[in-house]
């Protein structure tokens, strides 16, 4: 599941565009660089310190916050909020 994604962290915010993949209580978020991928961010379903669901201009974000980073995942596409939905709120 490709879609966009903000991460906050010490009042910067970087943007990207990734490729979400969420198995066995692991979010992997796997950057593109170009033609290449950055090293994916691993995060811990179950070490995860907030998470919520919020409107931005009328799309679903998933909102979340890790070691001391907070996550935005923007709805994109067909399914991309049911997905996200399904597997990190109704964990």
Do not use: C
Request: proline content about 1%; cysteine-free; aromatic content about 14%.
């Amino acid at each position: 599941m490709n879609t966009y994604f903000a991460i906050i962290f010490h009042n910067q915010t970087q943007y990207g565009y990734a490729n979400i993949k969420i198995t066995n209580q692991l979010l992997s978020l796997k950057q593109y660089l170009g033609f290449r991928w950055k090293r994916p961010i691993q995060i811990d379903l179950s070490q995860i310190d907030q998470i919520e669901s919020r409107n931005f201009l009328g799309a679903t974000t998933i909102n979340l916050k890790y070691q001391d980073k907070t996550y935005i995942l923007f709805e994109n596409g067909l399914g991309v909020k049911e997905y996200l939905t399904d597997k990190l709120l109704k964990t």
